[in-house]
């Protein structure tokens, strides 16, 4: 499972995310939230490399600034 975590938390926010496996995309995927998390989950997962990159992030009233966080905590920022 890939969890990533908003602030500030908006009614219909939408993240895109893809997840690649030694360079070959395995996972692409949208899901709108309301809660501030949104979680993708993984199936058949495989010994490799796996690299998930947030493509978008969307929300009413805010922009995404663009910048993935480079801790593991993966919480973005939107600007309101």
Do not use: M
């Amino acid at each position: 499972e890939i969890t990533v975590l908003l602030s500030p938390i908006v009614n219909n926010t939408s993240v895109s995310c893809k997840v690649t496996r030694d360079g070959k995309t395995v996972l692409t995927s949208t899901k709108i939230s309301s809660t501030g998390q949104v979680t993708f989950t993984l199936t058949n997962i495989k010994a490799g490399t796996y690299i998930t990159t947030v493509t978008n992030i969307s929300a009413p009233g805010c922009i995404w600034d663009g910048i993935t966080p480079a801790d593991n905590i993966h919480t973005f920022a939107l600007i309101r």
